[in-house]
């Protein structure tokens, strides 16, 4: 059954032992084609959130639900097939950059890996490569720059062609222009999927659909930029007084 991409949280609580909670009555609801933010300062929640949709870790109480039917009921290989992730520290193995672009859907055609790499932006790159396509990756991409290797993780999640995507939207230490390659890479993969992106900038997610602001695993404000500026309280003192969040 194809997945239509509807995210619900109903009252979750995690913690990483019985002892030490993390998430307190967590509730979100991201519709199909929806873009949700999630904003707070180091330890407030954000990771552990998009950590749980994929079944990393099982929660202690509440639901998670994927169009409808909690995630315990899927297989996790099922389930993560309906994600996509893309993270800030970026991982590629030793082969060929097509092989890694392929990671995801190993019987992809050459078609299909060009499609994702241009979608990504990181087609033009690859070409200008001795062996383009073919050029060998070792070292964990270690003779790529860290945009690079960021772009091709972008292509890599856009052949799997998810309906649910996680970004991990940090491009600290790299170059201006290539910054605004991924950002276009990244806005060209949330097209039409619903997306749950962690923020470092509250620049990056003035147009999320829903932020969420964390505290200590809880929910303090949510609403849309305009709406949670209006409110006067921690967005918009976040949103005066600082553009940068760890």
């Given at each position: 059954?194809?997945?239509?991409?509807?995210?619900?949280?109903?009252?979750?609580?995690?913690?990483?032992?019985?002892?030490?909670?993390?998430?307190?009555?967590?509730?979100?609801?991201?519709?199909?084609?929806?873009?949700?933010?999630?904003?707070?300062?180091?330890?407030?929640?954000?990771?552990?959130?998009?950590?749980?949709?994929?079944?990393?870790?099982?929660?202690?109480?509440?639901?998670?639900?994927?169009?409808?039917?909690?995630?315990?009921?899927?297989?996790?290989?099922?389930?993560?097939?309906?994600?996509?992730?893309?993270?800030?520290?970026?991982?590629?193995?030793?082969?060929?950059?097509?092989?890694?672009?392929?990671?995801?859907?190993?019987?992809?055609?050459?078609?299909?890996?060009?499609?994702?790499?241009?979608?990504?932006?990181?087609?033009?790159?690859?070409?200008?490569?001795?062996?383009?396509?073919?050029?060998?990756?070792?070292?964990?991409?270690?003779?790529?720059?860290?945009?690079?290797?960021q772009l091709i993780a972008?292509?890599?999640?856009?052949?799997?062609?998810?309906?649910?995507?996680?970004?991990?939207?940090?491009?600290s230490s790299i170059d201006?222009?290539?910054?605004?390659?991924?950002?276009?890479?990244?806005d060209a993969l949330m097209?039409?999927?619903?997306?749950?992106?962690?923020?470092?900038?509250?620049?990056?997610?003035?147009?999320?659909?829903?932020?969420?602001?964390?505290?200590?695993?809880?929910?303090?404000?949510?609403?849309?930029?305009?709406?949670?500026?209006?409110?006067?309280?921690?967005?918009?003192?976040?949103?005066?007084?600082?553009?940068?969040?760890?």
């Amino acid at each position: 059954v194809p997945v239509k991409g509807e995210v619900e949280f109903v009252h979750v609580d995690f913690g990483y032992s019985a002892h030490h909670p993390i998430l307190h009555d967590i509730s979100v609801l991201a519709q199909p084609g929806q873009k949700i933010a999630f904003v707070g300062a180091t330890g407030a929640g954000k990771t552990t959130i998009t950590n749980l949709i994929n079944r990393f870790y099982d929660i202690q109480k509440g639901q998670i639900l994927l169009d409808g039917i909690d995630i315990q009921l899927f297989a996790k290989k099922d389930l993560r097939r309906s994600l996509g992730i893309v993270l800030q520290d970026t991982h590629l193995f030793t082969g060929t950059i097509k092989d890694n672009i392929r990671f995801g859907k190993e019987d992809a055609s050459m078609e299909e890996v060009i499609q994702a790499a241009k979608l990504a932006n990181a087609h033009s790159f690859i070409e200008r490569l001795p062996n383009g396509y073919e050029t060998i990756i070792t070292n964990d991409g270690a003779s790529l720059s860290q945009g690079q290797r960021q772009l091709i993780a972008i292509a890599r999640t856009a052949i799997i062609d998810p309906p649910v995507l996680i970004l991990d939207e940090a491009t600290s230490s790299i170059d201006t222009r290539t910054e605004r390659l991924i950002e276009k890479g990244m806005d060209a993969l949330m097209e039409g999927r619903t997306v749950f992106v962690i923020a470092h900038r509250l620049s990056t997610i003035q147009n999320a659909d829903t932020i969420v602001v964390l505290e200590k695993g809880r929910i303090m404000e949510e609403g849309s930029h305009q709406q949670l500026l209006q409110k006067k309280g921690m967005y918009y003192q976040l949103h005066e007084g600082m553009f940068e969040l760890s």
